[in-house]
């Protein structure tokens, strides 16, 4: 029991917390805005793989590290894009174009990161960026340590959660992405342009994921590897879900997750050998299964989700 306060009240334990649910934030608001205007994106896992490579890649061969966080938002909207044109546009299954975008951006990615990095015993890295010291704040006990000594990604990711929930409850441009999701036909009666809506949102909640993926690379680690967004594109889809198609709720289950994970970690080394790690590895997984079955029943779901939209046609 001691073991377990210590970790609790380690200021190393809620850092990672920030650090690990920063690529889930920033990829849970980009499936979240896709599915608010009735378009299912499972795409996600590919393009934040893409995107950590490509904008790793822009880095090792010189730009700096936000030129690079904008190249990966570029990655990512293109496939947004892609997206865009097979479901919205020609009205195929959202299922299907996702995954094909899963698989392509994930292969792409690495056919690109081995048509241009030499092969080599040990991967090529990059000076990623570094934590703020935030003055005052950075210095405070306990809390300077947890919270305040993050990259900039972070910070710019829990605000992006702030704004994107006033953008999508508080605004005109907020109120045609719900109406779009709920009813596009409403929508159009309206004056608005569901396709456009729908393709704006796509590809910017695309854009999200591919710099999701990029602080992969560009901050949590230093280099590329094809395996290393490991999953975090479907907790994602399952986080929108937890969320209720929420922002402020997304970041709150991001956060919860990477506090199940960042916790595992730790408790690995406490009971190390007494129980089987792989059991550890399980924890965060089963811990957001029983909070997302909890939470999903009262979740609503945006009533045009998945739903091809036609001009003129009810």
Same mark, same amino acid.
């Given at each position: 029991?001691?073991?377990?306060?210590?970790?609790?009240?380690?200021?190393?334990?809620?850092?990672?917390?920030?650090?690990?649910?920063?690529?889930?934030?920033?990829? @849970?608001?980009?499936?979240?805005?896709? $599915?608010?205007?009735?378009?299912?994106?499972?795409?996600?896992?590919?393009?934040?793989?893409?995107?950590?490579?490509?904008?790793?890649?822009?880095?090792?061969?010189?730009?700096?590290?936000? @030129?690079?966080?904008?190249?990966?938002?570029?990655?990512? &909207?293109?496939?947004?894009?892609?997206?865009?044109?097979?479901?919205?546009?020609?009205?195929?299954?959202?299922?299907?174009?996702?995954?094909?975008?899963?698989?392509?951006?994930?292969?792409?990615?690495?056919?690109?990161?081995?048509?241009?990095?030499?092969?080599?015993?040990?991967?090529?890295?990059?000076?990623?960026?570094?934590?703020?010291?935030?003055?005052?704040?950075?210095?405070?006990?306990?809390?300077?340590?947890?919270?305040?000594?993050?990259? &900039?990604? @972070?910070?710019?990711?829990?605000?992006?959660?702030?704004?994107?929930?006033?953008?999508?409850?508080?605004?005109?441009?907020?109120?045609?992405?719900?109406?779009?999701?709920?009813?596009?036909?409403?929508? $159009?009666?309206?004056?608005?342009?569901?396709?456009?809506?729908?393709?704006?949102?796509?590809? &910017?909640?695309?854009?999200?994921?591919?710099?999701?993926?990029?602080?992969?690379?560009?901050?949590?680690?230093?280099?590329?590897?094809?395996?290393?967004?490991?999953?975090?594109?479907?907790?994602?889809?399952?986080?929108?879900?937890?969320?209720?198609?929420?922002? $402020?709720?997304?970041?709150?289950?991001?956060?919860?997750?990477?506090?199940?994970?960042?916790?595992?970690?730790?408790?690995?080394?406490?009971?190390?050998?007494?129980?089987?790690?792989?059991?550890?590895?399980?924890?965060?997984?089963?811990?957001?299964?029983?909070?997302?079955?909890?939470?999903?029943?009262?979740?609503?779901?945006?009533?045009?989700?998945?739903?091809?939209?036609?001009?003129? $046609?009810?």
């Amino acid at each position: 029991m001691n073991a377990l306060i210590d970790i609790l009240a380690s200021a190393g334990l809620w850092a990672a917390v920030l650090r690990i649910a920063t690529p889930l934030i920033l990829g @849970t608001l980009g499936a979240l805005l896709s $599915e608010r205007s009735g378009v299912l994106n499972l795409g996600i896992e590919g393009i934040m793989t893409f995107g950590a490579m490509i904008g790793w890649l822009a880095v090792y061969n010189g730009a700096d590290l936000w @030129t690079g966080v904008l190249i990966a938002a570029l990655g990512g &909207a293109v496939f947004g894009f892609l997206h865009s044109v097979l479901t919205v546009t020609l009205g195929l299954s959202q299922h299907v174009s996702g995954l094909g975008v899963t698989l392509f951006a994930s292969s792409f990615a690495y056919y690109v990161f081995r048509l241009m990095v030499p092969v080599a015993g040990t991967p090529p890295t990059i000076e990623p960026f570094k934590p703020i010291d935030i003055p005052d704040l950075s210095s405070l006990p306990f809390l300077g340590p947890a919270f305040f000594t993050q990259t &900039a990604p @972070t910070y710019v990711a829990i605000v992006l959660a702030i704004v994107l929930a006033y953008l999508i409850s508080r605004t005109p441009v907020g109120l045609a992405i719900r109406m779009t999701g709920e009813n596009p036909h409403a929508a $159009e009666a309206q004056g608005i342009n569901p396709m456009a809506i729908r393709y704006g949102a796509v590809i &910017a909640g695309s854009a999200l994921m591919g710099v999701g993926g990029a602080f992969l690379t560009l901050s949590a680690f230093n280099s590329f590897f094809p395996t290393m967004v490991q999953g975090r594109g479907w907790i994602c889809i399952a986080l929108v879900v937890f969320a209720s198609w929420r922002p $402020e709720r997304a970041l709150f289950g991001a956060l919860l997750f990477a506090f199940f994970d960042a916790f595992q970690l730790r408790l690995q080394t406490v009971l190390s050998g007494v129980v089987p790690y792989q059991i550890f590895l399980m924890i965060p997984y089963l811990l957001s299964i029983a909070a997302l079955a909890a939470m999903a029943r009262r979740a609503r779901v945006p009533q045009a989700l998945m739903q091809p939209y036609r001009r003129g $046609e009810r």
